[in-house]
């Protein structure tokens, strides 16, 4: 069993930074690929980004590339996302997730874990 916290959300102005992170319990934590997804208000949960175990292979939905970066400290059992030139529509509900495949993938229903999640709110 794995359990996911999730802190670090607020509110911003726009062009501002925060940094999430998502602190993970389990033996087996740092073999699983992890992941970053957000809920809008009113949408559906959406695909952030994606780091496998070993920090080789990430992915970004191209709405943050080139603004977020995820990467993971697996002796603290904790995985991060900075979020940098923030924007209005990055306004969410923002949730981690752990994949035991370690497939990294874009999928939220291929997920087996996730946290409680932490609201982002984004001023213009």
């Known amino acids: 069993q794995v359990q996911l916290v999730e802190s670090g959300g607020g509110s911003v102005q726009a062009g501002g930074s925060l940094r999430l992170s998502c602190a993970a319990s389990?033996?087996?934590?740092?073999?699983?690929?992890m992941g970053w997804f957000r809920q809008p208000p009113g949408k559906e949960r959406e695909f952030v980004a994606t780091?496998?175990?070993?920090?080789?292979?990430?992915t970004y939905a191209d709405s943050v590339k080139g603004r977020f970066t995820i990467s993971r400290d697996n002796a603290k059992s904790t995985v991060y996302l900075q979020m940098n030139s923030l924007k209005p529509e990055d306004t969410a509900v923002y949730y981690c997730?752990?994949?035991?495949?370690?497939?990294?993938?874009?999928?939220?229903?291929?997920?087996?874990?996730w946290g409680q999640g932490t609201q982002v709110t984004v001023s213009s």
């Open positions: 389990g033996r087996t934590w740092s073999t699983y690929a």
């Open positions: 997730a752990a994949d035991v495949t370690d497939t990294a993938t874009i999928y939220p229903t291929l997920y087996d874990y």
């Open positions: 780091i496998t175990w070993s920090g080789a292979t990430i």
